[in-house]
């Protein structure tokens, strides 16, 4: 799987867009971008997934370059409830690709202050 | 609730007891994955199960480690002779498996084991 680099925290407030970005430079043709949040003592939960280009849901927008060695998870207009680790992480999804183990890496720890 | 159930939440045992875990996935989801994650740590994968059969297993499922999935519903994780080092949350998570590609993972909330 490949590697991904992400900061290890990030500091916000209320209403504010929070940004996070992710690094993949080796990211394999067949990968996909995945990310998910963590709240103390849960466990994680799926936010998004992406291939290129935008992707975007009810909570959360994926920006992938054409490149695809980066991506940016959005979260417009965050309130306290955001605060969480919020985990990138790459992968190929075909059935076949030995099990589609995650890999996760230390997230990014985002507070989101009043 | 038709998410991933884990139990019980909590277990607190001391050394050189068993422990025995539960994970009731996602009803449709024919692939379930065992993680284990410490704190300030991402989780880290165990193993996983299509349907009923196991088909991977992690180095760090040393021989105490057992998990089943009989008749490819809910699954359990056994940890027998525990250690000190296996304090940690463990995360069951599910998919479906359709097609060529394998939907997002989505994961229970843990029963995290304190060894005394």
């Known amino acids: 799987l490949a590697k991904t680099t992400q900061p290890i925290s990030m500091d916000s407030y209320e209403g504010q867009e929070v940004n996070i970005t992710c690094s993949h430079n080796n990211i394999a043709t067949n990968d996909y971008i995945t990310w998910y949040q963590q709240f103390p003592s849960q466990g994680p939960r799926f936010i998004i997934q992406g291939y290129k280009t935008k992707v975007t849901n009810e909570v959360a927008s994926l920006f992938i370059p054409a490149d695809r060695k980066s991506s940016t998870l959005s979260l417009p207009r965050v309130s306290l409830s955001d605060t969480a680790v919020y985990y990138c992480?790459?992968?190929?999804?075909?059935?076949?690709?030995?099990?589609?183990?995650?890999?996760f890496g230390g997230g990014t720890r985002v507070l989101v202050k009043p | 609730d038709t998410g991933v159930s884990q139990n019980p939440r909590h277990k607190i045992t001391k050394r050189g007891q068993n422990v025995t875990f539960r994970c009731d996935p996602i009803s449709e989801h024919n692939r379930l994955y065992w993680y284990r994650q410490t704190l300030g740590q991402g989780p880290e994968f165990l193993t996983y199960?299509?349907?009923?059969?196991?088909?991977?297993k992690s180095r760090l499922l040393s021989d105490r480690f057992s998990a089943e999935r009989p008749k490819g519903s809910f699954s359990t994780l056994e940890i027998q002779r525990t250690e000190q080092g296996d304090s940690a949350m463990y995360l069951c998570?599910?998919?479906?498996?359709?097609?060529?590609?394998?939907?997002?993972?989505?994961f229970g909330d843990g029963t995290r084991l304190s060894i005394l």
């Open positions: 992480l790459v992968g190929d999804i075909r059935i076949k690709a030995a099990g589609n183990k995650l890999t």
């Open positions: 199960f299509q349907n009923e059969a196991q088909l991977e």
């Open positions: 998570a599910s998919s479906l498996a359709l097609g060529a590609s394998n939907q997002p993972q989505h």
